[in-house]
């Protein structure tokens, strides 16, 4: 791995002392000339932003599959509240903003169709073969997947924001602190999660799934609604609820960046290298908003994720899923050409499930179709 020339970005002249500055990257795997404007995390997120995994977020299931309803999140409108949100604590924190845009945009790259509902039906197929697991499908699309590079397989991207991407460790490492860490990449982490517990709940409103009285006792969710009473009476429902989304967004963005901003003086981080082998990430909730979260979390596990019409949607993709991996196995020869190659490759099961993983919702449906409906063209 070949460290970069040392070259200062003006996107990066006002960054702390523990943010990860372009010139100490320790590079890309193919070694390659620096472009004269970007930053080499902007050229990552560049990359992850034209790449063919990134487009096809815009069909791939969050919560609500996409022919539900147009407003629903999509796992692409996700991932940008999730860089929205982790951009901004990059920001008051002075961390690297491109580094945390070039995680957070590339974070759920290796979803495949219908969610985790999707994946545990991946997982359950290749669980002799290697196994599933998105953010290990993540790192094998901008390593290996991703195809439109002359010099390169892959994204070639930098060292950091792969190791970004290994929110779970323990899946690529024996030792999970071997990880590098860096805040930039916890800031990401935080990002996605803030952004998944709030819209879900924004959804699971709009859909009707959820009902207000439900939510009574949910400390973040009560406040929110005392706050909008007092500071504007009775107004439209569901400007309401738009706006108690807001505001408990913001609630717990600014309670990670004070509690940040205090756990970094008080620990002294002065590098990066002080913060290799942490067991605790420093960009993290304050102790009682921490609870708080995790009570609004589990009124979503048990409320929106569990309910019935949710189960039917996801389980009903599970079910397509599995038919047609069976399909694909039973007659390989059935798989398009550039599938066929990769099978002769990497095995069939693996060429497979990357196939697989690789479809929107709307693709899988289409080719689950192709195969079932007699008069359906193939
Ligand atoms: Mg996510």
Redesign the pocket.
Known sequence: MKKNSVKSYDSEKNLAPYALRSSDSQGRHYPEKEHELRSPFQRDRDRIIHSTAFRRLEYKTQVFVNHEGDHYRTRLT??LE?CQIARTLARALFLNEDLVEAVSLA??IGHGPFGHAGEWALQEIMKNHGGFEHNVQALRIVEKLEDSYVEFPGLNLTFETREGLKKHPERFYKNPLDRFQTLEAEAADIG?EI??STHDLDDGLRSELLREQDLEGVALWDEALGYIHKKYGKINTSKKHRLATRLIVNCLVKDVIEDSAARIHKIKLCSIRDLQKKRNPVIAYSSPMKRRLAELKKFLHQRLYQHYRVVRMTDKGQRFLKALFQVYLQKPAQLPPHVAVRAKRDGVHRAICDYIAGMTDRFAQDEYKRFFEPYERV
């Open positions: 996700h991932t999730a974070h759920d996605d952004a998944y």
